[in-house]
């Protein structure tokens, strides 16, 4: 099977071809045949681990010369413009976080990926991660969810679309815990030239109280009540590495069998809760959410 990249300065890139090589036993009938990146620098150092890897001058240049596509630019703007012509063609893809810079283009991608039958799968890496679903094992069995908490990195000031470069990663994390029934939330920004924003997540019947901070330490909590008592499980990591493992063999089974793992609206859900946390701290105000619907 023949892949492109597009988007070599993402980290994220050089990190699944360096997988690919690590385990050329496991990944032997995956070939990654063109790049795509606007830093040359970014280019040449995949091109220094495969030199026979084709430097494309225009993402389009992958159309007809591979089997599917890996979506890994920095800026999201960039995964809508990539996103639009490879889905008419059918394409496997893999859209890494944020899915897109507004609500508005997620919602063109997946109404492209569902009337074009395109498979998809991306977002934030975080809904893999080890430990979480010790977490969800006592959401599902408990009979009363008393609160939880989250906290990820933000990086608010960037060239890669400011804050929803990195917020992503913390909404998936959530919601591999707590899952996508949000109500309303309530964001607090008190400066958008620091790395802090904190959010009250309103789930009905408890809260979640989410940190994005100037730290790269992600974590997650919960506290519920079984028979009558309060259980308490948590999480932390700074090493996230075997996410990109896993999310990089979704997209290749994905890409071999054609079947998604999460369902369209699944992937617009993030884009709608970071479009509300945006307009929370903006306006000092309680935003309600209400979801795109698409299946």
Not at 162 to 189: N, P, R, T
Not at 248 to 254: G, P
Not at 269 to 277: N, Q, R, Y
């Amino acid at each position: 099977m023949n892949i492109a990249l597009l988007g070599t300065e993402n980290s994220h890139a050089i990190t699944f071809v360096r997988e690919m090589q690590k385990d050329k036993e496991k990944y032997a009938d995956i070939n990654v045949v063109g790049i795509c990146g606007c830093e040359e620098k970014a280019n040449q150092q995949i091109k220094e681990i495969l030199p026979n890897v084709r430097i494309y001058e225009n993402f389009s240049e992958c159309i007809g010369n591979v089997d599917a596509a890996m979506i890994t630019s920095r800026h999201g703007k960039y995964h809508y413009e990539y996103a639009l012509p490879l889905i008419k063609e059918g394409m496997p893809l893999f859209i890494d976080k944020p899915f897109a810079d507004s609500p508005k283009h997620v919602k063109h991608i997946i109404e492209l990926a569902r009337d074009y039958g395109c498979p998809i799968c991306g977002g934030s890496s975080l809904k893999h991660l080890a430990g979480t679903k010790e977490l969800k094992d006592l959401f599902d069995s408990s009979e009363k969810v008393l609160a939880g908490t989250v906290c990820a990195p933000i990086n608010m000031v960037n060239p890669y679309g400011d804050f929803l470069f990195y917020s992503q990663h913390l909404i998936e994390l959530m919601a591999s815990v707590f899952g996508y029934d949000v109500k309303s939330l309530y964001a607090y920004c008190p400066d958008n030239t620091k790395n802090r924003v904190t959010v009250i997540f309103n789930y009905g019947d408890f809260d979640v109280t989410a940190h994005y901070y100037d730290s790269y330490v992600y974590s997650a909590e919960i506290f519920a009540k079984i028979c009558g008592k309060t259980k308490h499980k948590s999480v932390i990591t700074d090493d996230v590495s075997d996410c990109f493992v896993k999310e990089l063999d979704e997209f290749i089974e994905l890409a071999k069998t054609r079947q998604m793992t999460y369902s369209y609206d699944e992937f617009a859900k993030p884009a709608v809760l970071l479009d509300a946390i945006m307009q929370s701290y903006s306006s000092q105000k309680i935003v309600k959410i209400s979801y795109m619907h698409f299946e």
